[in-house]
């Protein structure tokens, strides 16, 4: 499985930014995927993820401000974030994981390469 995020860059305190995640490859007709983050110092943190299923899971986090979605036609997955906030800065992933849906990092096995979201005045 292969992941490939585009998307991030720089936007302001609440401004809004959406990445995507072409996925290729070896595609099983049940699994999750997911977005994690990682700031500067701290841990990798899960933010959103779904599975084939439908079923979404979000950090407590980004709770009602970024929405998990996934265009299966394109083999493509999105995160909307709205309402950006300083802390939102990181480097963010995609990752793909089997059934359930999960934000634990542990259970994703393949993971794109990672891009920036910068939150700045």
């Known amino acids: 499985v292969h992941l490939l995020e585009s998307g991030g860059g720089t936007a302001q305190p609440g401004g809004s930014l959406r990445l995507s995640c072409v996925v290729s490859g070896y595609t099983p007709d049940f699994y999750t995927l997911g977005w994690f983050r990682q700031a500067p110092g701290k841990e990798l943190e899960g933010v959103a993820a779904i599975c084939s299923e439908g079923t979404t899971l979000y950090g407590d986090s980004v709770q009602g401000r970024f929405t998990i979605s996934l265009d299966t036609t394109m083999s493509t997955l999105y995160l909307q974030m709205n309402s950006l906030k300083f802390d939102d800065t990181a480097m963010y992933y995609c990752?793909?994981?089997?059934?359930?849906?999960?934000?634990?990092?542990?259970?994703?096995?393949?993971w794109g390469q990672g891009i920036q979201v910068t939150v700045s005045a």
């Open positions: 990752g793909s994981s089997n059934p359930p849906v999960t934000l634990r990092s542990p259970d994703y096995g393949y």
